[in-house]
């Protein structure tokens, strides 16, 4: 329970952490496997974020992924345990033991059931729909920004890109790379290869023949080319819901 060990400032004494193993290559700096050694002499695995710049535009760019994630309490979604201020600065992440999602799936693809991406779909989207009442969008979803606690916990990490919206809408600045791929059309860059495909009405087909017919209904409606006809992510989250419940009753 990380709510028991978290300073109420965040603040954590570099003293108090080891740093075990590299775990991969963050924007910033390497991501470490630590041990965070709290004053009540518990100790706890910890990922270890790192900045190896330390002008004040690349700090500041570091740390608002931490002022990001400090707002959100949510099972699926990586929590922020702590920050060192001073240089070299690093942010103090929950730990998720089986690392990306991404490479994990690639690894273990003939292990998986349909329950279990279900399952990891039904996590994701109540984190999405949490974020959704908060007012923030990821804005960068994707299997590479999923982490993976155990093989039935998944958690959404990477905020280095989300936004706050406060009922304006936000453009992306000319030269920024975006995950286009990835991003609904009208968030995305015009006169993209992808747009033309989109525009012209083409969409990805069913993934696998064992994908319950309602979830393609459903990847379907979230494809729309209309913003305002694609379904909340609480109507999502719900929809998931069912297809789960339906599944397992199978
Ligand atoms: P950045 O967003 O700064 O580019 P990432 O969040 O993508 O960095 O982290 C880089 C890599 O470090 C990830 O791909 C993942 O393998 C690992 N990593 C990051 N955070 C964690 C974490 N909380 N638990 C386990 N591994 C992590």
Request: net charge neutral; with cysteine; glycine share 4%.
């Amino acid at each position: 329970d990380y709510a028991a060990i978290l300073a109420p400032n965040y603040q954590i004494d570099r003293k108090q952490i080891q740093m075990i193993e590299a775990l991969g290559h963050g924007q910033f700096g390497d991501v470490y496997r630590g041990i965070l050694k709290t004053n009540r002499q518990i100790e706890l695995d910890v990922a270890v974020k790192t900045c190896k710049e330390q002008d004040s535009l690349t700090t500041e760019k570091f740390l608002e992924e931490a002022y990001v994630m400090q707002k959100f309490d949510h099972p699926h979604i990586i929590k922020l345990i702590g920050i060192c201020t001073t240089h070299p600065i690093l942010l103090i992440m929950e730990l998720a033991k089986l690392g990306e999602l991404r490479s994990y799936l690639v690894a273990n693809r003939n292990d998986f059931d349909v329950i279990t991406l279900l399952v990891y779909c039904q996590q994701l989207s109540s984190s999405l729909s949490y974020l959704e009442t908060k007012k923030f969008v990821h804005r960068d979803i994707a299997a590479r920004n999923v982490l993976v606690s155990n093989h039935e916990c998944v958690k959404l990490s990477d905020f280095g890109l989300s936004r706050e919206i406060d009922n304006s809408y936000y453009k992306a600045s000319k030269g920024k790379l975006l995950p286009v791929k990835w991003m609904a059309p009208e968030s995305s860059i015009p006169n993209s290869e992808v747009i033309d495909k989109i525009e012209n009405g083409e969409r990805l087909p069913m993934p696998s023949p064992y994908c319950p017919p309602k979830l393609f209904e459903l990847m379907k409606e979230c494809w729309r080319y209309e913003p305002s006809l694609r379904p909340s992510f609480t109507q999502i989250e719900g929809s998931i819901r069912s297809i789960l419940d339906n599944e397992r009753s199978n």
